[in-house]
T-cell receptor, first 112, second 113 residues
Framework: SQQGEEDPQALSIQEGENATMNCSYKTSINNLQWYRQNSGRGLVHLILIRSNEREKHSGRLRVTLDTSKKSSSLLITASRAADTASYFC????????????FGSGTKLNVKP | DAGVIQSPRHEVTEMGQEVTLRCKPISGHNSLFWYRQTMMRGLELLIYFNNNVPIDDSGMPEDRFSAKMPNASFSTLKIQPSEPRDSAVYFC???????????FGPGTRLTVL
């Protein structure tokens, strides 16, 4: 299956620290996306990175993509308690860019 | 814009009953997705539509599940008959451009007793 897998499954840090989450996938992709899900809510899109990009920034978020290793990382700098949520990577398939596979997520807890 | 709207937000039903979940995508979006989320299996894509046409329903677990999109502003996911193992949160999502970000609704939490 193409499903991305996030690592670690859970992460607990203090407010102000950086949080790094990783995602690995199995087959070639066109795009990789990161989403956030607060408890009891739907997913919210954070950032999209295309297969020909290596790094992308959005505010306190930094995403890298290494297609040779089939992996991506999401870095949240200067974390806040409000960043507490589950984070998912979603990968498409090279032959179907409209069908995304979500990993099982990293549960991030930022302690105030 | 109100975002993706789903109804009901919570549904409790008994085994064997028919369940209908509803979704209104964001106006102007031409792709619509139905997902199911459980602790055991995570987030699974059930079916998606492009321009109201079902494109891939390979994720629909059984014939008990069916989905329709009669027009660009409305879709339903029906389970008939429902079973306890169908208990999950069902999300609808829409997107404007294929392969780009998806906007998720708040989900319907389904409990089948």
């Amino acid at each position: 299956s193409q499903q991305g897998e996030e690592d670690p499954q859970a992460l607990s840090i203090q407010e102000g620290e950086n949080a790094t989450m990783n995602c690995s996938y199995k087959t070639s992709i066109n795009n990789l996306q990161w989403y956030r899900q607060n408890s009891g809510r739907g997913l919210v899109h954070l950032i999209l990175i295309r297969s020909n990009e290596r790094e992308k920034h959005s505010g306190r978020l930094r995403v890298t993509l290494d297609t040779s290793k089939k992996s991506s990382s999401l870095l949240i700098t200067a974390s806040r308690a409000a960043d507490t949520a589950s984070y998912f990577c979603a990968t498409d398939a090279a032959d179907n860019f409209n069908k995304f596979y979500f990993g099982s997520g990293t549960k991030l807890n930022v302690k105030p | 814009d109100a975002g993706v709207i789903q109804s009901p937000r919570h549904e409790v039903t008994e085994m064997g009953q028919e369940v209908t979940l509803r979704c209104k995508p964001i106006s102007g979006h031409n792709s619509l997705f139905w997902y199911r989320q459980t602790m055991m299996r995570g987030l699974e894509l059930l079916i998606y539509f492009n321009n109201n046409v079902p494109i891939d329903d390979s994720g629909m677990p059984e014939d008990r599940f069916s989905a329709k999109m009669p027009n660009a502003s409305f879709s339903t996911l029906k389970i008939q008959p429902s079973e306890p193992r169908d208990s999950a949160v069902y999300f609808c999502a829409s997107s404007f451009v294929q392969g780009n970000e998806q906007f998720f609704g708040p989900g319907t939490r389904l409990t089948v007793l």
